[in-house]
T-cell receptor, first 116, second 112 residues
Framework: EAGVAQSPRYKIIEKRQSVAFWCNPI?????LYWYQQILGQGPKLLIQ????????DSQLPKDRFSAERLKGVDSTLKIQPAKLEDSAVYLC??????????????FGEGSRLTVL | GESVGLHLPTLSVQEGDNSIINCAYS??????FIWYKQESGKGPQFIID?????DKRQGQRVTVLLNKTVKHLSLQIAATQPGDSAVYFC???????????FGKGTMLLVSP
């Protein structure tokens, strides 16, 4: 079974530029998550989708971050404009049900963003 | 021994020793907990979970203990191997809420 795919793996941009990350979850997984992981810290949830609807985006900085999952499968996370403090690894995860935070989340390898 | 680094507490053990990684959680309403392992350059990987109606749960070479009185859980790894070297995170969840909140993590270093 293929895992969660993310791209690009690495991205370096200057502040105020924009960047987009793509995620393809495990086939059939209804729930998709984007997490931000700053170096030395645990992942922090940015947004959770159930199919193509948003379940939780309370921690998403909506003035600069946006995410979509239009067809309930792939998802993109965009940052515009980027700030220095956005330097982090952006992890995508999926699970088979609503989960409610329960059960196993399958994570991709992440997209490492460096903002100069 | 256990030490606090710049960002992550670090536990250094010898191959074959048993390892104990501790986690203090903050929310007394949390009733579900998961341990994840994260190797360098990879995403977190599920290890084991436990619900608050249990004090102990065992997996293959791993045991999770939960003490709700002091809001503490631990992950015990038996016969630690070099391949166990990674950062370990505990995560907590409150019933009815979708958010899984991760702790700061502990780095486990296993010497051959």
């Amino acid at each position: 079974e293929a895992g969660v795919a993310q791209s690009p793996r690495y991205k370096i941009i200057e502040k105020r530029q924009s960047v987009a990350f793509w995620c393809n979850p495990i086939s059939g997984h209804a729930t998709l998550y984007w997490y931000q992981q700053i170096l030395g810290q645990g992942p922090k949830l940015l947004i959770q989708f159930q199919n193509n609807g948003v379940v939780d985006d309370s921690q998403l900085p909506k003035d600069r971050f946006s995410a979509e999952r239009l067809k309930g499968v792939d998802s993109t996370l965009k940052i515009q404009p980027a700030k220095l403090e956005d330097s982090a690894v952006y992890l995508c995860a999926s699970s088979s049900g609503l989960a409610g935070g329960r059960g196993e989340l399958f994570f991709g390898e992440g997209s490492r963003l460096t903002v100069l | 021994g256990e030490s606090v680094g710049l960002h992550l507490p670090t536990l250094s053990v010898q191959e074959g020793d048993n390892s104990i990684i501790n986690c203090a959680y903050s929310n007394s309403a949390s009733d579900y907990f998961i341990w994840y392992k994260q190797e360098s350059g990879k995403g977190p990987q599920f290890i084991i979970d436990i619900r608050s109606n249990m004090d102990k749960r065992q997996g293959q070479r791993v045991t999770v203990l939960l003490n709700k009185t002091v809001k503490h859980l631990s992950l015990q790894i038996a016969a630690t191997q070099p391949g166990d070297s990674a950062v370990y995170f505990c995560a907590e969840n409150v019933s009815g809420y979708s958010t899984l909140t991760f702790g700061k993590g502990t780095m486990l270093l296993v010497s051959p």
